[in-house]
């Protein structure tokens, strides 16, 4: 082998090559670990650089600025973009470098709708739960009521915006949802009137029974006043009334549920 000059040149070429490599490997480490690079500035700013309702920068600086590491070269963008989201009322982040020692985050905030669940958690109007300060989210509308199975959330917004499209004919708006874990439909209304939809059992049921219901309130305002405390509208061909101090049922042709 060591006659072969072929062959201690290439390994000569082969060694120099990885020396140059590590040199100039260690000096870029040097370079990017200067002080120069090490983070000064995180500056934060609402999408499309509207206000910030809820996130301010005490809770920033304490729950979301810890969570950084490393300098303008070396942070993990997604990490910091992951320790912004995990601020309450932040729904989405995103994160960009700015030269040589700045972050810039953009926030964009849940639009609160109204509750989920028992458990005080929160869901915006893109039907996404969080938790936050329910006391803040009541400073900005009157919260709405919403029950699911989880991984119905969607789906449940979804329906509400319907209900409250077809209530407004009677200028009433749904002041709670449940939708049950046998999937059936419940709505309170906001003069406190709870109505009994049931189960999807084919397209446009649920607007059949709310039409149904919408055609004869009138008269059944007229009859019982302020004392209707709920409406089932799961018979096919009726519905049955619950009132205060009596339960009875109003129809054409009672059939059973």
């Given at each position: 082998m060591w006659q072969d000059a072929k062959l201690l040149n290439a390994i000569a070429n082969a060694l120099f090559g990885l020396v140059l490599l590590a040199l100039v490997a260690s000096g870029v480490w040097w370079v990017i670990q200067r002080p120069l690079f090490t983070l000064q500035t995180v500056r934060v700013e609402g999408e499309n650089?509207?206000?910030l309702r809820h996130v301010n920068a005490l809770?920033?600086?304490?729950?979301?600025i810890p969570k950084i590491g490393g300098n303008f070269f070396t942070a993990n963008l997604d990490q910091v973009r992951l320790a912004f989201e995990s601020v309450p009322w932040v729904r989405k982040a995103s994160v960009q470098r700015v030269w040589p020692n700045k972050l810039i985050v953009s926030l964009q905030e849940h639009e609160v709708?109204?509750?989920?669940g028992e458990d005080g958690r929160l869901i915006s109007m893109a039907g996404d739960v969080f938790t936050a300060n329910l006391a803040e989210a009541e400073e900005d509308a009157q919260l709405v009521g919403f029950v699911g199975p989880e991984g119905s959330e969607k789906?449940?917004?979804?329906?509400y915006r319907q209900f409250k499209n077809w209530f407004a004919s009677i200028n009433l708006e749904p002041e709670t949802v449940e939708y049950s874990s046998r999937y059936a439909w419940s709505v309170v209304l906001n003069n406190g009137l709870r109505v009994e939809l049931g189960k999807v059992q084919e397209q446009g049921?649920?607007?059949r029974r709310v039409e149904q219901l919408i055609k004869v309130y009138p008269q059944?305002?007229?009859?019982?006043q302020d004392r209707i405390v709920s409406v089932d509208m799961r018979y096919p061909n009726g519905l049955a009334l619950q009132s205060s101090g009596s339960g009875f049922g109003l129809n054409r042709k009672l059939g059973s549920k």
């Open positions: 650089k509207s206000d809770t920033i600086r304490d729950q979301a709708l109204g509750t989920w789906e449940v917004i979804a329906q049921i649920l607007k059944l305002v007229t009859r019982l």
